[in-house]
């Protein structure tokens, strides 16, 4: 299984950016999906999750600025984000709770390799 995500980029403040995350492989279910977020020096946080049933769950510092969705049938998660502040640069990483054949019993949780947004101000 892997997550792939896309999206990132450069952007100046007060911009959008919509980040995609697709997991392919043999996959039986994916359970929660969500975006985390690490900048330079600090701890990897979470930013958005969205459960299965399409329950979400924001820090309380994009609320109101990001929006989590999902796409079930083509599993994958997106990140719409609004109103983008300097302080929102950092490396954004998919996260994905997913049953496979190697983790039928309990879902494992699997990481995407990261991408880049970058908001100047």
């Known amino acids: 299984v892997q997550l792939v995500e896309s999206g990132g980029g450069l952007v100046q403040a007060g911009g959008s950016l919509r980040l995609s995350c697709a997991a392919s492989g043999s996959i039986f279910r994916i359970n929660a999906m969500g975006w985390y977020r690490q900048a330079p020096g600090n701890q990897r946080e979470l930013v958005a999750q969205?459960?299965?049933?399409?329950?979400?769950n924001y820090a309380d510092s994009v609320k109101g600025r990001f929006t989590i969705s999902r796409d079930n049938a083509k599993n994958t998660v997106y990140l719409q984000m609004n109103s983008l502040k300097p302080e929102d640069t950092a490396v954004y990483y998919c996260n994905a709770d997913i049953q496979d054949p190697d983790h039928w019993r309990q879902p494992y949780n699997y990481w995407g390799q990261g991408t880049q947004v970058t908001v100047s101000s």
């Open positions: 969205i459960t299965g049933g399409g329950i979400t």
